[in-house]
């Protein structure tokens, strides 16, 4: 029994030395570790805000974009529209006579010149 006891007692000292080694050994960080922890941390941060403005910046130009490819779209309508006169011509507008009819003269109407009193 008593070689049991020191089996026992062996385990437990072996326990409280393995413990005792491992809350000893703590990793501990670097001042130039955490200078450079700190430097990423702000480029991080800046980083974030370029890519947050970068977006505003891709939303304003994509409806830019927007725009102009609506006036071109509207160009392009004329410019069809154009083309297919140019093609028809000279009878663009059938029905059309490129002789005006002659002005009918409309008789003068004098008009007074006196104001009413009130």
Same mark, same amino acid.
């Given at each position: 029994?008593?070689?049991?006891?020191?089996?026992?007692?062996m385990y437990a000292l072996?326990?409280?030395?393995?413990?005792?080694?491992?809350? /000893?050994?703590?990793?501990?960080?670097?001042?130039?570790?955490?200078?450079?922890?700190?430097?990423?941390?702000? /480029?991080?941060?800046?980083?974030?805000?370029?890519? *947050?403005?970068?977006?505003?910046?891709?939303?304003?130009?994509? /409806?830019?974009?927007?725009?102009?490819?609506?006036?071109?779209?509207?160009?392009?309508?004329?410019? $069809?529209?154009?083309q297919d006169k140019m093609?028809?011509?000279p009878d663009i507008w059938?029905?059309?006579? !490129?002789? !005006?009819? $002659? !002005?009918?003269?409309? !008789?003068?109407?004098? *008009?007074?010149?006196?104001?009413?009193?009130?």
């Amino acid at each position: 029994m008593a070689f049991r006891n020191d089996r026992t007692g062996m385990y437990a000292l072996a326990a409280i030395g393995v413990a005792l080694v491992l809350t /000893s050994c703590t990793c501990k960080i670097k001042e130039e570790q955490q200078a450079m922890i700190n430097q990423l941390r702000t /480029s991080e941060k800046q980083l974030q805000a370029d890519v *947050k403005k970068a977006e505003g910046d891709k939303s304003k130009i994509a /409806s830019e974009v927007s725009a102009r490819q609506g006036e071109v779209r509207r160009c392009n309508e004329k410019k $069809a529209f154009v083309q297919d006169k140019m093609a028809k011509w000279p009878d663009i507008w059938p029905g059309w006579d !490129p002789n !005006p009819p $002659a !002005p009918v003269e409309e !008789p003068m109407i004098e *008009k007074s010149t006196t104001k009413k009193k009130r």
